[in-house]
């Protein structure tokens, strides 16, 4: 197991590592290279970026000088706010995000690791059709759509009441939450119900679901106890790809709900040619994926314990 | 004394008759095997035993009898009383018949749990002492592992353990050696002979290996193509099988004494079971078969003491 | 039981029985023929790439055309309309006895006139749309004289005037009130604008199916030539990632030793890039500046990302063949690698590269509208599904046909897609079932 683990945290480093050399290296392509020319909003500011960046040395040093930087957590300062640093807007925005995100999260596992199981149970019959129609629409009604159909609803629900019985948009109550992390995890349980209800299918006709209906389990109880566990391995290396699903389309929803999420901040960097902000954002979420990817890994190591004992050649 | 009686069984699957008018037959503290190729019905028949067929399965009986209780119109919570505690089963693989996910001691403490109400760690201490029995070495240890760090053998001597935990009357074991090695399929069937004689369980076998039924068997049952077609005691069906395709059998059997050019096979193939059968299922593949044998099923006649086969060959008018 | 003479005389031997011949696993489309919700998935994607063609040809409207009289409108039909000469400076010839009158009540603009107060210096005009609200509605104008003509935003709708005269103390109680429901028409300068010929005073309007958007633009021929934008991302993308990286999966697969496994590990890597921060940063990275259209890097930063699912999956495929018995067989036999590959592996990877295409597909169409919607992708004018929900999205709440047209024009695209394949998915299933029987 701890080769195992140490393993899969040796890939999670060169992956963030070979992330934060694309961005760098995607961030000197830009044609009238933003760092070396006076794109910066002041001469102080340019000024603190030559400093900080070496932008008179060459490349390469300047790509030490960055690494040194990224090694050291300090992702520099705001190319279009004076003094602000990216740590800082990271610090303050990314916490909204991770709370809409974990939200989003539990809804999807819970509600698509249950809805698939449920509707592999009453296989074909009409719980299980009806599940499926809703799953194949939800994949296909692009998450933008859906966000803003659900605040159309909300407004209409609210004018048809008189009283606001949920906020439209905005952030601060739990109230503000349900619904953009329901929206937001829709279509990763749809996704999920489907890839539980498949797995589930195939557990049921396991040799070793007739060995615990003859042990007099009743069905309940080999549900719970033989066919969950097993069903849901493959399931949870499917999270990984989720979260970063999940992730990046929180993107979207916090700027229909007007979350002032790291997304949201994001998406305003790049319309407004923040390179600094762009660069330590995508750096910091892509190392974030990665270690939750190498985390979803070894938390699969920790259900399966063919994994856990030996450790895999995957 | 009879431990399980069924009559006329007949089961259905999917537009298929796959089990026809099948009796079985068995006493306390006997070992019946139940002979065929695969696809002859005889899974489906230890299933129904245990009340186990697939639900779209359309299952009919005379008669079904278990220690003078009739089981006919028993209800799934009767038959989950029953399972494991009175009737148990061992299949074929043991690697895919136990959970992956599960210690072994904890898939044995389970049928423990469910029916003698011990508690958890009663019955996890019950199972490792089982496990000793079954010649488990180290048993306190190796039931703390996983089905994937067991040897086959060992493995399917941990199914049996879970299978005679709660001193079942009727062991069902079906095909219990096959998926195993040759030395250790000795080994295991060994170990159940004993344990049937110590505990005094019925044992239904359930195999295609002639060797096996040789080492184990006091009475044989021969399926074929749903039906059984001769059933008698293992001396009077193996020295002399009535039925031809017993004989068949017996002569498709590899003997090491016997010095041999080739393997002997039957010819032809098994009929289509959507469709019904006139006369006797066997005839077309038969090197012996008469006229009436594709028009009359044959009846049951007695070609020895202690053997009843259904062939024409045996029939009193049948000269020669 | 009777028996009859000869009973128990033995049959002739049988004559050995045929064995019957292995049946040929059916054609995929065969399969897929009598599937009805395949068969479905199709015609909808042939329609959709139809619609991509030459819908523009058989809906001929301009997509940036502003029919400014129709602004946010729901369907209509072809009309002929009034054209309305609009110039500024309207002084009303009569002069109105004891009411509220309208002179004019036209979309192009609602010329009114009411009696005038002696005690008031002056009139504030209100408008509202709802026809029995508490309230006065908006206050459009305040005015000294007794008449005014409101030009603002008018729609085929009710709406009820309020006139409120004012005087030194405040507000009269005295108020003029009037319900009309302005007709459709065309400003000369609009009429002149679009090029309409204006010589009788009447214009034909074209018809709008899906009525118009917040900008007065046909939303069917945005849709369609929206439909263009996203075919052309959702078809060239995946075609391009998956030919690329079969052909790279090949490779590797093929080489085999230490350039495979240099070839596969790179591939690991840009899998672990996280997809949507990268489509925008090459953007960024292409020096796109926000506000610019940038069709060609998203289809390449796509391709870029994209490739090692078939590439994987060639890799694999090959890998397995390498290994089996039939190919070493053959290759004792003489094969050369280009009969090997053209033989066995082409068949073999063909069907499972269609299958991963029409799952890429619908991901790049949602890639694409995703993009546009936030503004990263195609933007206006240019219409793209995406960008139009973009677009819808701001006056959802009044005109919800605006985001709702091409959501579901999205979603039937994707949908169709999905559904193709997974029908290809479960035929080839089939096919493999039947084919090893």
Redesign the interface.
């Known amino acids: 197991m701890i080769h195992y683990v140490l393993k899969r945290l040796g890939y999670g480093i060169v992956t963030i590592w070979f992330i934060a050399t694309a961005t760098f290296f995607a961030m000197h392509a830009v044609p009238g290279d933003p760092f070396n020319e006076a794109k910066a909003a002041s001469p102080q500011l340019r000024e603190n970026l030559m400093a900080r960046y070496g932008l008179d040395k060459p490349v390469s040093e300047q790509y030490l000088i960055y690494i040194g930087n990224m090694l050291q957590g300090d992702f520099g300062i705001s190319f279009t706010q004076e003094n602000r640093r990216v740590n800082d807007i990271i610090r303050e925005h990314f916490p909204v995000s991770a709370i809409l995100g974990v939200a989003a999260l539990l809804i999807a596992a819970t509600g698509g690791i249950l809805g698939g199981a449920l509707a592999a149970y009453w296989q074909n019959r009409l719980p299980d059709r009806a599940m499926m129609i809703a799953v194949v629409f939800a994949i296909s009604v692009p998450s933008f759509v859906i966000a803003a159909l659900a605040q159309l609803a909300i407004v209409r629900v609210n004018d048809w009441l008189g009283i606001s019985v949920l906020p439209v948009a905005g952030w601060g109550g739990i109230s503000h939450i349900w619904v953009p992390a329901l929206v937001l995890g829709l279509g990763t349980m749809a996704y999920l119900a489907r890839l539980m209800r498949s797995s589930m299918l195939s557990v049921m006709q396991a040799d070793y679901i007739l060995t615990a209906r003859a042990k007099g389990l009743s069905d309940w109880q080999i549900f719970r106890k033989h066919q969950l566990r097993n069903a849901m391995l493959p399931v949870v290396t499917e999270l990984g790809p989720t979260i970063a699903a999940i992730t990046t389309g929180g993107f979207v929803v916090e700027l229909i709900f007007a979350i002032p999420g790291l997304g949201r901040y994001f998406v305003q960097a790049i319309q407004q040619l923040d390179y600094t902000v762009i660069m330590g954002t995508t750096v910091f979420y892509g190392a974030f994926l990665v270690l939750i990817v190498v985390l979803v890994d070894i938390s699969y190591g920790l259900i399966d314990p063919r994994i856990r004992l030996h450790g895999a050649n995957r | 004394m009879t431990l399980v009686q069924v009559n006329d069984l007949n089961i259905s699957l999917g537009g298929q008759h796959l089990v026809r008018s099948v009796d079985i037959e068995l006493d306390k503290g006997e070992c019946l095997a139940l002979v065929g190729e695969s696809g002859s019905g005889k899974s489906l028949t230890a299933l129904s035993l245990?009340g186990?067929l697939p639900s779209n399965a359309r299952v009919s009986q005379q008669t079904f009898q278990f220690e003078g209780q009739s089981l006919l119109h028993c209800s799934e919570d009767e038959?989950?009383?029953?399972?494991?505690?009175r009737i148990?089963?061992i299949?074929q693989?043991p690697m895919?018949?136990?959970?992956?996910?599960?210690r072994i001691g904890d898939q044995i403490a389970?049928?423990l749990c469910?029916?003698t109400g011990l508690g958890r760690q009663q019955a996890r201490s019950q199972s490792v002492a089982l496990l000793e029995r079954l010649g488990i070495v180290n048993a306190s240890e190796k039931a703390r592992q996983?089905p994937?760090?067991m040897s086959g053998g060992m493995l399917q001597r941990a199914?049996i353990a879970?299978?005679v935990a709660c001193k079942p009357t009727l062991l069902i074991a079906d095909e219990p050696t096959t998926a195993l090695d040759a030395t250790v399929q000795a080994e295991v069937l060994l170990l159940l002979r004993e344990l049937c004689a110590e505990q005094g369980m019925g044992l239904l076998l359930i195999t295609h290996d002639l060797a096996v039924v040789r080492r184990m068997a006091q009475r044989v049952a021969v399926m074929y193509a749903g039906q059984l077609v001769e059933t008698g005691s293992l001396a009077a069906v193996f020295d002399s099988p009535g039925h031809p395709y017993t004989q068949a059998l017996k002569a498709a059997m590899p003997n090491l004494s016997e010095q041999r050019d080739s393997l002997v096979s039957i010819?032809?193939?098994p009929p289509d079971l959507s469709k019904d059968i006139t006369g006797c299922a066997f005839?077309?593949?038969c090197?012996?078969?008469?006229?009436?044998?594709?028009?009359?099923p044959p009846?049951a006649f007695k070609p020895a003491q202690n053997q009843l086969a259904k062939c024409?060959l045996w029939?009193p008018?049948?000269?020669s | 039981m009777r028996f009859y003479p000869g009973d128990f005389d033995a049959l002739p031997a049988a004559a050995p029985e045929q064995m019957e011949d292995l049946v040929a696993a059916p054609p995929l489309w065969r399969i897929l023929a009598q599937d009805a919700r395949a068969v479905a998935a199709v015609v909808v994607v042939v329609l959709l790439i139809a619609t991509a063609l030459i819908g523009p040809i058989l809906w001929p409207q301009d997509p940036a055309r502003q029919w400014l009289s129709q602004v946010s409108s729901g369907p209509v039909e072809a009309r002929e309309v009034a054209v309305i000469d609009d110039s500024r400076n309207w002084r009303p010839s009569i002069t109105a006895v004891d009411r509220l009158q309208a002179v004019q009540a036209t979309t192009t603009s609602v010329k009114l006139v009411w009696p005038s107060v002696s005690t008031a210096l002056r009139y504030r005009v209100y408008r509202d749309t709802q026809e029995h609200g508490s309230g006065l509605g908006v206050p459009l104008a305040e005015t000294t004289q007794a008449f005014y003509d409101d030009r603002l935003q008018l729609r085929e709708q009710n709406y009820r005037y309020t006139v409120v005269p004012v005087s030194a103390a405040g507000d009269l109680p005295q108020h003029f009130a009037l319900q009309v429901k302005p007709s459709l028409t065309i400003g000369l300068f609009e009429a002149s604008l679009l090029g309409l010929n204006t010589q009788e005073g009447r214009v034909e309007l074209p018809a709008h199916p899906l009525g118009t958007d917040s900008l007065g633009r046909d939303m069917l021929s945005r849709v369609i030539h929206g439909a263009r934008t996203s075919m052309l991302v959702g078809l060239t993308a995946p075609i391009l990632f998956i030919g690329i990286g079969a052909f790279y999966g090949a490779l590797a697969g093929l080489l085999g030793g230490w350039i495979d496994n240099t070839l596969m590990r790179i591939a690991d890597f840009v899998v672990a890039l996280p997809f949507l921060l990268f489509m925008i940063l090459f953007r960024v990275a292409m020096g796109i500046e926000s506000g610019e259209s940038g069709l060609f890097p998203m289809v390449l930063a796509m391709v870029l990302l994209s490739w090692p699912g078939a590439a994987r999956l060639v890799r694999g495929q090959v890998l397995q063949l390498r290994g089996s018995a039939f190919v070493l067989s053959a290759r004792m036999a003489g094969a050369s690698n280009i009969y090997l590959i053209r033989r066995h592996l082409m068949p073999n990877v063909l069907p499972l590269l269609l299958v991963s295409l029409s799952f890429a597909i619908p991901q790049a169409i949602f890639t694409e509208a995703l993009l546009s919607f936030i503004g990263m992708g195609v933007v206006p004018p240019t219409p793209s599904w995406g960008s139009l929900c973009n677009e819808g999205i701001r006056s959802m709440l009044s005109h919800p046909h605006e985001l709702i047209v091409p959501a579901v024009a999205i979603s039937i695209a994707v949908l169709s897609f999905n559904v193709l394949g997974d029908a290809l998915s479960d035929a080839m299933d089939v096919q493999l079932r039947r084919g090893n029987r």
């Open positions: 245990m186990l038959w989950r009383q029953l399972r494991a505690r148990a089963m299949f693989n895919t018949a136990m959970n992956p996910t599960m389970e049928v469910l029916h996983y994937f760090e199914v879970m299978a010819a032809g193939t005839a077309p593949r090197p012996k078969a008469m006229n009436i044998c594709m028009r009359q009846l024409w029939a008018e049948c000269a």
